[in-house]
């Protein structure tokens, strides 16, 4: 039983591996590369501008156009080039936007919400970085708009949409405390008076009213649209969500990568009566949300005109009735901002948005990966550092798990009194695998040893560790979080490497050697923790063990430095308590007898 458990042990291991190598591995490469790509890409565009491309296509599609995930929905005007924001964005009458939280402005044309910037977050660590761009103009190369608008039948003449040319009333900043009016009327009487609210935060509640001054009823259909012409530079990773996102209907949560999209063409779900949908980011997000008041039709598309491909989500309502001298209104909430967790829970409860906190990916460890956060959140409000709150929830999780642990450990340390035993029962019966076994398992029974218990410190460990990834990866509150020292941001990896001495030698690493100083730290706690257990008898595993820490070094130093600070402190902590168990079981500690060993002379099969 004594082989068998470290068979389990080693299993256990082996599938953390295997889960930290093929889930994980990548992904902090891929945000750093998406980063990169991005500003790159911005600042060559603003710097150099693009020319002009008369068949760049529509910002929105015409009627009938393959893929049409919503058919009717109308036509935008045709960029005539792809300018950059700030020139796209005087190319047209507009409304400033002014908040604690955002600036930018609303294009006249077509009521489009399409100049949006984050003042509180940076494209760097570095708050004299660039401000994050959220939405463009559809002229822009990455054109990223909301838009709300009417269609419906050809007798209720021309209907507020992407072209429309919409007049301003009084007021031309949009604030928290001052709304802009907009207004147009048509050639059939229908008069369109549109007010655009907007919080401190990023809801944006735009109040559509109709006046129907003709002598025939109308029947109007009220739509909103999220469209992207882009996606994000790299591909999306296995652990997060980022593409078209949107809880409707009785489907609930649906979440459409770029990809299914690109093949589907189309996506239509059932009709809802409550929900919201739109596209979202690893840390923003753009999203519509329905009144209610009537039905709609929620979908997904993908269209590439020439080249130029575009995502959309959208919905369009039931008819709305308006008789003649009477007058409906219809309203839209638009969500363009940072998916911080307290504002869009914030939003679920207060404004009832039908689960709008699944607009986080918290994954499928949700139960352990929220509380975390909030343990994580909690800790930092009074602690003032997102480092030490890890260091703190560390210390919580281990007082949860206590109790497992050190039953776990007591047993370790009941085995390691007994060895003497268990060595008299394998020389005894050496050539009778079964009775050795049997006479193992009786020995066990009497000293009241579980063999199986040296795993489960290890297994614990993994639904833990995944949630805390998660929390790290894709929580905004994390984002360019400092701990101290030369980590500045806890959600990137650590920036130093040994292999040019922590940057005293003038060159760049390539990026699989940044084996920085918390990596090492890491991997050499894991290493003192793995010698207070003897070496495995069996060959193979203790090959593993000797390797682990080393393998584990060189996986975690790509990974958030909050996470591998984590690890190493988590370590730390089960050395010390390993070591205060098996001292008040009598049991001897191996650390200090392995590392002896390791520089000792292996004697030769001679010898």
Same mark, same amino acid.
């Given at each position: ?7 389990? =042990? ?28 991005r500003?790159?890409?911005?600042r ?14 529509a910002?929105?599609?015409a009627p ?5 995930a ?9 960029p ?8 796209a964005?005087?190319?047209? %009458?507009?409304?400033?936007i ?5 600036s930018g402005? =609303?294009?006249?044309?077509g ?19 660039p401000?994050?761009q959220?939405l463009?103009? %559809? ?5 990223y708009?909301?838009?709300v ?20 009333e009084?007021n031309q900043?949009?604030?928290? &405390? ?29 109040s559509d ?11 109007l259909?009220? $739509?909103?649209? +999220? ?22 209907g009785e489907?609930?949560?649906?979440e459409?990568?770029?990809s ?25 997000a ?13 979908? $997904?598309?993908y269209?590439?005109?020439n080249?130029?491909?575009r ?5 369009v ?18 969500f363009a901002?940072?998916?911080?967790v ?22 499928w ?14 800790l930092? *409000? ?6 030490l709150?890890i260091?703190?929830?560390?210390v +919580?999780?281990k ?10 450990? *007591? ?5 390691? *009194? ?8 394998r020389?005894?019966y ?12 009786e020995?066990?029974k009497?000293e009241k040893i579980n063999?199986?218990a ?6 614990i ?7 805390? $990834?998660? +929390?790290?990866?894709? &929580? ?6 400092p ?7 806890l959600?990137?990896?650590?920036p130093?490497s ?8 003038? $060159?760049? +690493?390539?990026?699989?050697l940044?084996?920085g100083?918390w990596?090492?730290?890491m991997?050499v &706690?894991m290493?003192?923790?793995m010698?207070?257990n ?12 000797n ?5 584990? &070094?060189f ?8 996470l ?7 370590n ?5 308590q390993?070591?205060?168990?098996m ?12 590392l002896?060993g390791?520089?000792?002379? *292996? ?5």
């Amino acid at each position: 039983m004594e082989n068998n458990r470290n068979f389990f =042990i080693t299993i256990a291991l082996s599938v953390l591996i295997l889960t930290v190598w093929q889930v994980f591995y990548m992904n902090p490469k891929i945000e750093s590369q998406r980063e990169t790509a991005r500003i790159e890409q911005e600042r060559t565009a603003a710097e150099q501008g693009q020319a002009a491309t008369n068949n760049a296509g529509a910002a929105g599609e015409a009627p009938g156009l393959p893929g049409s995930a919503t058919p009717g929905l109308p036509a935008a005007a045709s960029p005539a080039g792809e300018a950059p924001a700030a020139a796209a964005a005087a190319a047209s %009458p507009r409304l400033t936007i002014d908040t604690p939280s955002l600036s930018g402005s =609303i294009s006249l044309v077509g009521g489009r919400i399409d100049d949006v910037r984050l003042k509180r977050y940076h494209e760097t660590v570095d708050d004299r970085s660039p401000e994050i761009q959220l939405l463009n103009p %559809p002229d822009k190369p990455h054109g990223y708009f909301a838009e709300v608008g009417f269609i419906g039948q050809p007798d209720a003449g021309a209907l507020p949409g992407a072209d429309t040319l919409w007049t301003a009333e009084g007021n031309q900043t949009l604030t928290p &405390t001052t709304p802009v009016v907009l207004t147009f009327t048509n050639d059939k009487g229908l008069a369109f008076r549109r007010t655009i609210a907007v919080d401190q935060s990023y809801m944006f509640t735009i109040s559509d009213t109709v006046a129907n001054a003709g002598d025939k009823s109308a029947a109007l259909h009220n $739509y909103g649209r +999220v469209m992207r012409f882009d996606k994000p530079t790299t591909a999306s990773i296995y652990v997060l969500h980022e593409g078209l996102i949107g809880v409707t209907g009785e489907e609930g949560l649906q979440e459409i990568d770029y990809s299914d999209v690109e093949e589907a063409k189309q996506i239509k779900p059932g009709k809802s009566t409550d929900g919201w949908l739109g596209i979202t980011d690893k840390y923003w997000a753009v999203a519509l949300v329905p009144s209610g008041q009537q039905a709609f039709q929620p979908g $997904y598309a993908y269209f590439d005109d020439n080249g130029r491909p575009r995502y959309r989500a959208d919905f369009v309502t039931d008819a709305i009735d308006v008789a003649p001298g009477a007058s409906a209104t219809v309203e839209t909430r638009v969500f363009a901002g940072a998916k911080e967790v307290g504002t869009i829970q914030a939003y679920e409860n207060d404004q009832k948005i039908r689960q709008f906190d699944l607009l986080i990916d918290w994954g499928w460890f949700y139960f352990i990966t929220k509380p975390m956060f909030y343990l994580i959140d909690w800790l930092y *409000k009074a602690l003032g550092n997102f480092g030490l709150a890890i260091l703190a929830t560390t210390v +919580v999780v281990k007082a949860i798990f206590f109790p497992l642990a050190n039953k776990s450990y *007591k047993s370790m340390a009941n085995m390691k *009194k007994v060895q003497p035993k268990m060595l008299e029962i394998r020389e005894k019966y050496a050539d009778d695998k079964m009775k050795q076994q049997q006479a193992m398992m009786e020995l066990y029974k009497t000293e009241k040893i579980n063999p199986l218990a040296g795993c489960w410190p290890v297994l614990i460990q993994i639904p833990v560790f995944f949630a805390l $990834y998660k +929390v790290l990866y894709v &929580t905004i509150e994390m984002r360019h979080a400092p701990f101290f020292g030369w980590i500045q941001d806890l959600a990137a990896p650590d920036p130093t490497s040994v292999f040019n001495l922590f940057g005293l030698l003038p $060159y760049t +690493v390539p990026a699989f050697l940044l084996i920085g100083v918390w990596p090492l730290i890491m991997g050499v &706690t894991m290493f003192l923790q793995m010698r207070m257990n003897p070496t495995p008898p069996d060959p193979t595993q203790a090959m593993i063990f000797n390797w682990m820490p080393v393998i584990f &070094t060189f996986m975690l130093a790509s990974f958030p430095a909050g996470l591998v600070i984590y690890w190493a402190w988590n370590n730390f902590l089960s050395i010390v308590q390993q070591g205060v168990i098996m001292k008040r079981q009598g049991a001897k500690i191996e650390l200090w007898d392995n590392l002896i060993g390791l520089f000792k002379k *292996k004697p030769t099969p001679a010898e």
